[in-house]
């Protein structure tokens, strides 16, 4: 049971465009979602999370949307920029609970 | 602030071999966690400890798979023996308890069973 998923492996964009990379979920209990981005050989780094009562957590040039009626959420990098370019997995959890990841989006921006 | 430190890095074993991996989770978070990470997929919660206690262990397949977490702070995580199925990285990662906690990862350990 897939209960976070990413749709889209790879993504693609123009240094200095914006980047939306999405994730859907079917777990209603999920109460706070996170994303995570992971460079090669490295482990994942918490980029930006948002709680379910909330439709909207922005960080710098990081954006996070949540569409609760969809189950949907997205990441909006405005501008994306080279240093960007890694595989960004969402999650979503329940307090006190595990996290569940999607399968992730490798981003790549070009120059 | 050190962060979650994993070691080995790199382990290439044959099959049937066993092998264990170590963590060092960031200081004072109580909640520790072992993912499995297959190629082109996202980690998979193997095991959760709040503390010494194993929370959540339901993914941790068990005829082979051990982990321990003495005195509540470094942990291991075993496997005897190794099958060929087994080759991924290995996540160790920490968080403090509460609500909307953020898990903070180490750099894994790249497991090659040939």
């Known amino acids: 049971d897939q209960q976070v998923k990413q749709n889209s492996p790879s993504l693609s964009v123009q240094e200095g465009r914006i980047s939306i990379l999405n994730c859907d979920y079917t777990n209603s209990m999920f109460d706070y979602f996170l994303w995570y981005k992971k460079y090669p050989a490295e482990g994942p780094t918490f980029l930006i999370s948002i709680s379910s009562i909330k439709d909207k957590n922005e960080d710098g040039r990081f954006t996070v949307f949540l569409n609760k009626s969809a189950k949907h959420l997205s990441l909006h990098i405005v501008p994306s920029q080279p240093g960007d370019s890694a595989v960004y997995f969402c999650a979503g959890g329940t307090s006190g609970s595990r996290l569940t990841f999607g399968e992730g989006t490798q981003l790549t921006v070009n120059p | 602030e050190a962060g979650v430190v994993q070691s080995p890095r790199y382990k290439i074993i044959e099959k049937k071999q066993p092998v264990a991996f170590w963590c060092n989770p960031i200081?004072?978070?109580?909640?520790l966690y072992w993912y499995r990470q297959n190629l082109g997929q996202g980690p998979e919660l193997l095991i959760r400890y709040e503390n010494e206690e194993a929370v959540d262990d339901s993914q941790l397949p068990k005829d082979r798979f051990s982990a321990e977490r003495l005195k509540g702070v470094d942990s291991t995580l075993k496997i005897q023996p190794a099958e060929l199925g087994d080759s991924a990285v290995y996540l160790c990662?920490?968080?403090?308890?509460?609500?909307?906690?953020?898990?903070?990862f180490g750099q894994g350990t790249r497991l090659t069973v040939v």
């Open positions: 200081s004072g978070h109580n909640t």
């Open positions: 990662a920490s968080s403090l308890q509460g609500p909307h906690t953020v898990a903070f």
